[in-house]
């Protein structure tokens, strides 16, 4: 087992939160601690998700599967919806804009062993918003409330709570967020997460948290907050001026698996972790890769690992040049080859 970077000394024990220790609740489902991953498409699969919950992360949702019916045979949705071996509560997040055809994917994921439905009304990309899904979603607050009340009414019985996803608005002049919240609220969602940027503001610009404090002062469900959270002492900040639940890392958590439960451990303690060192990096991204190959099979495995080998091995000397030849490896031996050579020349005694 490889050893955690040691504690720095000194640090406040008051700079973490009281409640930070009591456990978060989602339905029956209570979560390890209150520092998530989010779903992040193509990024957070099975794979990831199992590596940073081992690593600390109190839970993690799966990148959004579509809800349309015909896509769920497809090897694309059928691994995004594959959750065999995870530890429990298991989120599948489901995206679309038909109220109907959503709540069949609810009933169709629980029914397959999801824990936790999560509602995507977040995502800002074009080919989603363009269908009236994700995001879009959020400048029709009609069509909100006939979603969740579709999705949680295909639930009945079946114990499985549904939460959302969205951001603080469609735009910076329709930032309706508080009052999707309150309709979250009446229809019987169980949780709320807000990334504070509009679909306007896509990935730009520094996230607001403003909208998240106002969203959290007017319902009493768990509200968390998401959008540049990338450090504890940036977590507490936003905890502090949001008065959030819980947080929600994104981008910040590609390539470093471990950084949710870093951030954990700075609210639990108030001690801040050093970084962890290329050894134990080699030893995590092992690890990684030989579970991606036996999740996507070699020749897929091969391709779709290039971006997490980037994100892993990003700012290190000579990398520029080290992805033209680990891009170049047609085989998971070759890829794993060139990255070990890659660890030695930075000095390090690789993995075996």
Not at 18 to 35: D, E, K
Not at 68 to 79: G, V
Not at 181 to 192: D, F, H, K, T
């Amino acid at each position: 087992m490889v050893a955690v970077a040691q504690t720095q000394p000194g640090q406040a024990q008051s700079s973490s939160f009281p409640f930070f220790s009591r456990p978060l609740l989602i339905g029956r489902h209570q979560l390890a601690n209150r520092v998530f991953v989010a779903p992040m498409a193509g990024v957070t699969d099975r794979p990831y998700r199992q590596l940073c919950r081992s690593l600390g992360a109190g839970y993690a949702v799966s990148e959004m599967a579509a809800s349309n019916a015909l896509l769920w045979a497809t090897e694309k949705t059928s691994r995004r919806i594959n959750h065999e071996g995870e530890p429990a509560p298991k989120a599948v997040q489901i995206a679309g804009g038909d109220a109907a055809l959503l709540a069949e994917a609810a009933r169709f994921n629980a029914e397959r062993g999801a824990d936790i439905i999560d509602i995507n009304m977040g995502c800002p990309a074009k080919k989603v918003c363009n269908k009236a899904a994700g995001s879009a979603l959020m400048q029709d607050e009609k069509q909100v409330a006939e979603i969740l009340e579709a999705v949680i009414k295909s639930l009945q019985g079946m114990n499985v709570p549904v939460t959302l996803k969205m951001r603080t608005g469609y735009s910076r002049s329709q930032r309706n967020a508080v009052q999707l919240a309150r309709i979250a609220e009446a229809e019987g969602i169980a949780m709320v997460t807000i990334h504070g940027r509009t679909r306007e503001d896509q990935y730009r610009g520094e996230a607001e948290y403003e909208t998240i404090a106002q969203v959290k002062a007017a319902v009493r469900i768990p509200v968390v907050a998401n959008g540049d959270i990338d450090s504890g002492p940036k977590a507490l900040r936003v905890l502090q001026q949001t008065g959030a639940d819980a947080v929600m890392i994104g981008r910040a958590a590609q390539g470093r698996p471990w950084l949710a439960g870093h951030v954990a451990h700075f609210l639990e303690t108030g001690e801040t972790q050093t970084a962890p060192d290329l050894q134990s990096i080699s030893v995590w991204l092992h690890s990684h890769l030989l579970d991606h190959y036996a999740f996507y099979g070699e020749t897929k495995g091969v391709r779709s690992a290039r971006k997490h080998i980037g994100w892993y091995l990003q700012g290190l000397p000579g990398v520029r040049h080290f992805r033209e030849t680990v891009f170049r490896a047609e085989t998971a031996q070759g890829q794993l080859a060139a990255i070990d050579q890659f660890l030695l020349e930075q000095g390090l005694r690789c993995a075996a």
